[in-house]
């Protein structure tokens, strides 16, 4: 079975841009989660989908930040416009019930 | 890898002995708990589970012990590999509420 993929591993943008990061779910999972570290903090919740519903997005830190899931299938999460602080690895996750099982993470470079 | 900037708690350990990793949480409705391992490019892998029913869990080589009365969570590794070295994270979540909530980590290193 594939594990959660992402993409893409790393990203290094400029203040101001967009970027927009993938992840795709391990096959028949349900729910989807974005989670992310900035420097110097631990792993933090940002938003959580069930199928193509956002669940729970009481994490997602601004409106800079847009994650969507059409189709219930894989899922982008978009900055806009990026900023120094948004620097990290934003990782995803999936589950079909209580575990969830990570993926390798996108690092985020904001220069 | 990206724990560069991140002043993690660290253990090390030589190969062969036992570890333990401890942790507080702070959500006293947390009723569940897991131990994460992530290794340096990888994301966080789950290593063990426990319920707030519980008190003591066993896995293979690895033990998750819980004390509710003091919100203390240790992770104890047995026999200890070159393959543990990690950092080690743990993780709460309240019942209907699907969101982990990460404690700061801490850094295992095996020396051989």
């Known amino acids: 079975e594939a594990g959660v993929t992402q993409f893409p591993s790393h990203s290094v943008i400029e203040k101001g841009q967009t970027v927009t990061l993938r992840c795709d779910p391990i096959?028949?999972?349900?729910?989807l989660y974005w989670y992310r570290r900035v420097m110097g903090k631990e792993i933090k919740f940002l938003l959580h989908?069930?199928?193509?519903?956002?669940?729970?997005e009481s994490g997602m830190p601004n409106n800079r930040f847009l994650a969507e899931r059409t189709g219930g299938t894989y899922s982008t999460l978009k900055v806009q416009p990026a900023e120094l602080e948004d620097s990290g690895v934003y990782f995803c996750a999936s589950s079909r019930d209580n575990e969830q099982f990570f993926g390798p993470g996108t690092r985020l470079t904001v220069l | 890898g990206e724990s560069v900037g991140l002043h993690l708690p660290t253990l090390s350990v030589q190969e062969g002995d036992n570890s333990i990793i401890n942790c507080a949480y702070s959500n006293s409705a947390s009723d569940y708990f897991i131990w994460y391992k992530q290794e340096s490019g990888k994301g966080p892998q789950f290593i063990i589970d426990?319920?707030?029913?519980?008190d003591k869990r066993q896995g293979q080589r690895v033990t998750v012990l819980l004390n509710k009365t003091v919100k203390h969570l240790s992770l104890q590794i047995a026999a200890t590999q070159p393959g543990d070295s990690a950092v080690y994270f743990c993780a709460e979540k309240n019942f209907g509420n699907e969101k982990l909530t990460f404690g700061t980590g801490t850094r295992l290193t095996i020396i051989p």
């Open positions: 096959s028949g999972h349900d729910n």
């Open positions: 426990i319920r707030s029913n519980m």
């Open positions: 989908f069930v199928k193509e519903s956002k669940q729970d």
